[in-house]
C-alpha cells in the first residue's frame, strides 16, 4: 500500500513537471519576438491603429447610411385628442332660418379623435443622393488611406526602436568583452605590483579604466530598459510585459560591409513614385472629395421628385372607448409626386460654388507642394543614408584596427615591454572605436528607414529584411 501511495505521488510529480517546462516553454515562446512579430503585435494592440481601423469601419457605416437614404422611407404615427372644449364656430344665422346679418354660434367635431397613419415615401430623383453615394465611398478611402499611414508610422517607430535595441545590446556585450580584459589586466597588474614589478600608478590607471566601464555599462543598462519600455509602448505592449528580441546581431559582422549594406542599393537613387506614399494617396483622395462638394452644391439647381402614399385610419368619440370594437372607424388615403426645383436662393448656391472651386484649388497646391517635399525628404534621405554608409565603413575599420593596438599593446604589457599607461590608453581608444560604430551602425539603419519612408516602402522593405533571414 505504502508502495502504490508512493508510485501515485510520484506520477503526480512528474505530470506537474513536465506541465510546468510546457508552460515555461509556452511563455519563453511569447516573450521572445521577430521585427515582424513586433509589427503584427502592435497592428492588433496599438491604440493609433485601433484608433484608425474604428474610423475605417465608421466610414463603411456611412456608406450604408446614404444608401439607405436612396431606400423606401416608411413612417407610422398616431395621435389620440381630448377635446376638453371644443372650438366654437360662427355662421350666418339667415343660413339656418334666423335673420339675416345675424349671427349663430355653434362647435362642431366630437370629445375625442383617434388617427393611426401609415405614410410612405420614395426618392425618384435626387442628384445629391449619388454624388453623396460616391462621397461616401471616398470617404471610406481616406480612412483606409490614413490607417495604412498610420501603420507605416508604427512600423517605422518600432523598426527603429527595435534596431536602437539591437545596437544597445551589442554595445552592452562588447562593454562586458572590455570589462572581462580589464579585470584580467588589472589582475595581472596587482600581482606585478606586489612582485615589484608593476607601480602603483599602474594599478590606478586601470582602476580608473575599470570604473569608466563599469559607469558605461550603467549607462547601456539604464538606456537599454528605456529603449525596450519605447518598444513595447509602441507596440501597445503593457511596459511591465518582459520580452526578448529573438533576431540576432549578425549585421554587426564583416559581411555588413560587403553585402548587408550594399545589399540595400540605393546609391545615388532617388527615384520616387508619389502614389507609393500614404500621405500623397489622401491627399489624391481629398481632391476626388472636394470636388464631389463642389457636384453636390451643382446639384441643388437641379429639381428632386419623390413619390409619396399615406394611409390613415381615423376614430371619433364623443367617449374615450379607443377599444371598443363595436364602434365605427373611418380611413382615407392618398398617393402622389413632390417635386422641389429651387428657382432663386439669393446668389448663395453660385457663392458656395465659387468657395468649392477655390477649395479644389487649394488642395491642388497642397499637391504641388507634397510633391516637392516629397522629392526633397527623397534627396536628403539618400545623402544621409550614403554619409552613413560610409562613416560605417570608417569606423567599422577603425574599430578593428583599435582591437589590433589593443591585443598587440597587451601583449607588450604582459611581456614588460610597455607601462599600464600605453595599455590603458589603447583601451580607452578601443572602447571609443566600438562606440563611434555602434552609433554609425545605428544611424545607418535609422537613415535606411528614413530613406524606405521617404519613398513609400517602408512595409516592403521591412518585409524583404524577413524573408532574407
Not at 521585427?35 to 474610423?55: F, G, H
Not at 488611406?145 to 545590446?169: F, G, H, M, P, R
Not at 451643382?298 to 428632386?304: E, M, W
Not at 572605436?433 to 530613406?451: G, P, R, V, W
Amino acid at each position: 500500500m505504502k508502495n502504490k501511495t508512493l508510485m501515485y505521488i510520484g506520477s503526480l510529480f512528474f505530470v506537474f513537471t513536465v506541465l510546468l517546462l510546457q508552460n515555461n516553454t509556452a511563455q519563453d515562446g511569447k516573450s521572445n519576438y521577430t521585427l515582424l512579430q513586433c509589427i503584427k503585435y502592435a497592428k492588433e494592440n496599438n491604440n493609433d491603429i485601433k484608433k484608425s481601423a474604428i474610423e475605417e469601419e465608421q466610414s463603411y457605416k456611412k456608406i450604408n447610411e446614404v444608401i439607405g437614404s436612396g431606400l423606401p422611407q416608411i413612417t407610422l404615427s398616431g395621435n389620440i385628442v381630448d377635446n376638453i372644449e371644443l372650438p366654437t364656430q360662427v355662421l350666418p344665422g339667415e343660413s339656418f332660418g334666423g335673420a339675416a346679418g345675424s349671427l349663430m354660434e355653434a362647435k362642431f367635431g366630437t370629445q375625442y379623435n383617434y388617427t393611426f397613419s401609415a405614410e410612405a415615401t420614395q426618392m425618384i430623383f435626387n442628384g445629391s443622393f449619388w454624388i453623396g453615394l460616391d462621397a461616401a465611398k471616398y470617404s471610406n478611402l481616406y480612412y483606409k488611406q490614413k490607417k495604412e499611414y498610420v501603420s507605416e508610422d508604427i512600423e517605422y517607430n518600432i523598426a527603429a526602436a527595435y534596431y536602437q535595441t539591437l545596437v544597445l545590446q551589442k554595445q552592452i556585450t562588447l562593454l562586458e568583452q572590455n570589462s572581462k580584459l580589464i579585470d584580467k589586466s588589472l589582475a595581472d597588474t596587482k600581482l606585478f605590483y606586489q612582485n615589484g614589478k608593476a607601480k602603483e600608478v599602474d594599478v590606478n590607471r586601470l582602476n580608473v579604466s575599470k570604473n569608466n566601464i563599469i559607469y558605461q555599462l550603467k549607462k547601456a543598462n539604464e538606456y537599454l530598459t528605456q529603449s525596450y519600455n519605447n518598444l513595447k509602448f509602441q507596440m501597445g505592449m503593457n511596459i511591465n510585459q518582459v520580452i526578448s528580441l529573438s533576431d540576432s546581431v549578425k549585421f554587426t559582422d564583416d559581411k555588413l560591409l560587403e553585402k548587408d549594406i550594399t545589399g540595400f542599393n540605393y546609391e545615388n537613387d532617388e527615384t520616387v513614385n508619389f502614389e507609393n506614399r500614404n500621405d500623397y494617396k489622401i491627399l489624391q483622395t481629398t481632391l476626388e472629395l472636394q470636388k464631389l462638394n463642389k457636384k453636390n452644391i451643382f446639384a441643388q439647381y437641379l429639381p428632386s421628385i419623390s413619390a409619396y402614399g399615406s394611409f390613415s385610419y381615423q376614430g371619433l368619440r364623443t367617449k374615450f372607448d379607443l377599444f371598443d370594437s363595436n364602434e365605427k372607424w373611418f380611413n382615407f388615403y392618398s398617393v402622389g409626386l413632390q417635386m422641389r426645383f429651387p428657382i432663386f436662393t439669393g446668389g448663395q448656391t453660385y457663392a458656395k460654388m465659387q468657395q468649392a472651386d477655390l477649395q479644389v484649388d487649394i488642395v491642388k497646391e497642397d499637391i504641388k507642394k507634397a510633391e516637392n517635399g516629397i522629392n526633397m525628404q527623397v534627396s536628403n534621405a539618400v545623402t544621409k543614408f550614403n554619409n552613413a554608409f560610409e562613416n560605417t565603413k570608417t569606423n567599422k575599420l577603425n574599430m578593428d584596427l583599435a582591437q589590433k593596438v589593443y591585443d598587440i599593446t597587451l601583449i607588450e604589457y604582459k611581456e614588460g615591454v610597455t607601462e599600464a599607461f600605453s595599455l590603458v590608453d589603447s583601451e580607452t581608444k578601443l572602447r571609443e572605436a566600438q562606440t563611434n560604430y555602434i552609433n554609425s551602425l545605428l544611424e545607418l539603419y535609422i537613415a535606411k528607414f528614413d530613406m524606405e519612408k521617404a519613398k513609400g516602402t517602408m512595409s516592403v522593405y521591412l518585409t524583404n529584411i524577413e524573408n532574407t533571414k
